[in-house]
């Protein structure tokens, strides 16, 4: 290799930071529960340093989320014969938009709703989509 950082471990270090972010866990914490420092899970996370086999087993126990869902490019595991992203579904979306921090925060704080508000919230978003386009 040539010091630059391989796409596969920037791909699960973009996973890592994704899950890590949806479920409100700091750097820190991340790192106190799978036994390392904040730093070395920013090398994860930026994919200056590999992380092992077993450390990424911790880190989805920690996370959880599935092996399998930080290899994905889309952070999501597909049923056989889909090929499209969901951001690709999207009119308009960047392709990054499901990477981007502000739509794991806006999915984050989705979820802390009471189940009964999300319906309102998403029509409430739509609605304000729809008048400003």
Avoid: W
Wanted: charge should be negative; aromatic fraction near 6%.
């Amino acid at each position: 290799m040539n010091g630059s950082a391989d796409g596969i471990d920037v791909l699960v270090g973009q996973r890592i930071r994704q899950q890590r972010t949806l479920r409100g866990i700091s750097q820190d914490k991340l790192g106190q529960l799978i036994g390392v420092s904040f730093q070395q899970v920013q090398k994860y996370e930026s994919g200056a340093n590999r992380i092992s086999a077993s450390r990424l087993f911790t880190v989805s126990r920690a996370l959880e989320a599935p092996i399998e869902f930080f290899f994905s490019e889309t952070g999501e595991t597909q049923a056989d014969g889909e090929d499209e992203t969901e951001a690709e579904r999207i009119n308009g979306a960047p392709a990054d938009v499901l990477s981007r921090r502000e739509t794991l925060k806006l999915v984050r704080f989705y979820y802390d709703l009471p189940e009964r508000l999300r319906p309102h919230v998403v029509e409430l978003l739509r609605a304000i989509s729809i008048e400003d386009a």
